[in-house]
């Protein structure tokens, strides 16, 4: 029960009299002796006056000695509550009611009023129904016990219902939390006021000064990630393979399992505490994704990259963009899809769809490649001063890989036209989600205000370019089907989608690429007439050897592969030789 009155406790054997330093009668309830009045004769009476002004006295100076009440307009204590109970420990469990009382109803200023430090306990009250977005509480006292150490003071155990949600909102995750907590109530000296001693814990267990609970919505999670034969991933070995297990198994896909809510301790960043979580809602978590690896072509890959260190390759089914391989030989590193290097000449097939795609030249146009050629005060040398003649037709300046053929071109492809056929056609220059939830990359990068010298370096594979074997893959993949077709990891994946290459372009693209095998720089690798191919050599600033780059499809396997060896050497002498091991096994 709450009192209303500021006045003294009137009984209780745990509550000590006012001690009396008078002969003097005290008239007063409860604990303190009461006067026995007299027959009245006039000397009495006046005997009786002078007492009973003394009285008055020493009652007026035993209340403010003895009991002291700070009350607000209303009567009621501006702080602390005035129990009825008996015992400290049915006092110390009143005001516990009363304080979860006005918790519950939301009134925080009086609950914060009820402790002994109300700007701090309203503050953390107001935290608690905000970041667990509160909508509900009920809660009941459930034990009261002594504490030893001085004063009157008792421990209180009660529980909690608090039903919680991640946001605001009739669309929210919610669920209801029960939990124990505990304080320490105790009566200040001198006075008839019980006071919560206010600790961050007393709104939950192991809360402090700097930490916080937080209710979170909690996606699904994965038990496992396999190949397309059910083969876990992780098994390969393989640095890329078990990133992506790794992050696929924090959370499912989008439509698979349900999420769960949680609640938990977070720091004054708002990161969890370790160990920290409370189930709500339990997740309807995933036993299995199955992804599109192809355990013969993850097996072929895998060999493959074993020729030569710091080497990584990417497989693509051309006609669904399926990711069929993924293979790293470079410790710790995924460089397949992680590294951000010049694609070197394996930019012409994109530079070169820009240029036909737009009518400015052919496969048979008549492009020359000099030894040299300056742009803006920059002169770019052919790779040991080769030349072309002014007759040689585009298709061999691209199966030599002459540089300066390509570098002359950059007034054609200003105002954003290389990096616009880059997105048009192949689907690049533009983040894609492969499958992995939550995360999306932006595997190829070409700045759309190239011009000039940058532009001319861009235009056969260097410059500001920034390419990784998925990518490229993709680039080959995409001659080979005609259509991008955006690479993914999981079935169902969204796909983003580009325009078709037109048909002339494809047509003398895949010619293009061919003679790359059968007359260009890639002859000595040893490809049948039945593989396409694009060699890549691209010098590295402060790097003794460059990087090697090869991209390649056969479409009689559909299948399409982007390989790069970093500080390796020559495209067709490094990347070469494992692209034609990986084609071969397949």
Request: proline share 7%; charged share 10%.
């Amino acid at each position: 029960m709450t009192s209303d009155s500021g006045g003294s406790r009137s009984s209780g054997p745990w509550y000590a009299s006012e001690p009396s330093t008078s002969p003097i009668p005290v008239i007063g309830p409860g604990p303190y002796r009461h006067a026995r009045h007299g027959g009245g004769g006039g000397r009495n009476k006046k005997r009786n006056i002078i007492i009973a002004a003394v009285v008055a006295v020493v009652v007026a100076i035993g209340a403010v000695v003895g009991v002291v009440v700070v009350t607000s307009g209303s009567g009621k204590p501006a702080t602390g509550f005035v129990p009825t109970g008996t015992s400290p420990e049915q006092d110390a469990q009143e005001i516990t009611t009363a304080f979860i009382q006005s918790w519950k109803t939301g009134d925080l200023n009086q609950a914060a009023r009820y402790t002994d430090r109300p700007a701090l306990a309203q503050a953390a009250l107001t935290g608690y129904r905000n970041t667990m977005h509160l909508r509900k509480l009920t809660g009941t006292v459930q034990s009261a016990a002594p504490v030893s150490g001085g004063g009157t003071r008792a421990s209180v155990t009660f529980g909690l219902n608090a039903t919680v949600a991640n946001a605001d909102g009739a669309g929210a995750l919610h669920g209801t939390w029960s939990y124990h907590s505990k304080l320490t109530a105790y009566q200040k000296p001198n006075s008839n006021l019980w006071y919560i001693a206010w600790a961050p814990d007393v709104l939950a267990p192991n809360l402090t000064k700097t930490t916080h609970l937080a209710a979170v919505k909690v996606a699904p999670q994965v038990g496992g990630v396999s190949d397309a034969s059910g083969n876990d991933v992780t098994s390969y070995k393989d640095a890329g393979l078990n990133r992506i297990a790794n992050l696929l198994e924090k959370e499912a896909p989008p439509g698979q399992g349900t999420p769960g809510l949680y609640v938990e301790i977070q720091n004054a960043a708002g990161k969890p505490v370790d160990n920290s979580q409370a189930v709500v809602i339990a997740p309807n978590n995933i036993a299995n994704l199955t992804t599109t690896i192809d355990p013969t072509a993850e097996a072929a890959a895998r060999a493959a990259v074993t020729m030569h260190p710091k080497s990584s390759m990417v497989a693509i089914q051309p006609s669904t963009g399926k990711i069929l391989a993924i293979a790293n030989n470079a410790g710790f590193n995924n460089y397949a899809l992680t590294a951000e290097v010049a694609p070197g000449s394996t930019m012409k097939v994109i530079t070169s769809a820009a240029l036909i795609s737009s009518g400015v030249l052919s496969s048979s146009s008549s492009v020359a490649c000099p030894p040299a050629y300056t742009v803006q005060g920059i002169t770019y040398h052919n790779d040991n001063n080769e030349s072309l003649g002014s007759g040689t037709p585009f298709v061999t300046d691209f199966a030599q890989s002459c540089n300066n053929a390509f570098s002359m071109q950059w007034p054609h492809l200003s105002g954003g036209g290389l990096a616009n056929a880059a997105k048009k056609y192949f689907g690049l220059n533009q983040p894609w989600n492969i499958g992995i939830t939550g995360v999306s990359g932006t595997y190829f990068n070409a700045p759309a205000d190239a011009s000039g010298s940058e532009l001319a370096q861009e235009a056969f594979g260097e410059g500001k370019l920034t390419a990784t074997p998925l990518a490229m893959a993709s680039v080959a993949a995409t001659v080979s089907n005609g259509t991008f077709k955006q690479p993914i990891l999981l079935p169902g994946t969204k796909q983003l989608t580009a325009t078709p290459l037109p048909a002339g372009t494809v047509g003398q693209l895949k010619e293009m690429m061919q003679a790359v095998v059968t007359s260009g720089t890639a002859a000595g690798v040893g490809f049948g007439p039945g593989i396409y191919a694009k060699t890549g050599t691209a010098d590295i600033q402060g790097q003794e050897q460059p990087n090697s780059w090869l991209i390649a499809f056969d479409p009689a396997k559909d299948i399409a592969v982007g390989c790069l060896v970093v500080n390796a050497g020559y495209g067709a002498s490094f990347a070469g030789p494992e692209v034609k091991a990986f084609l071969d096994r397949v």
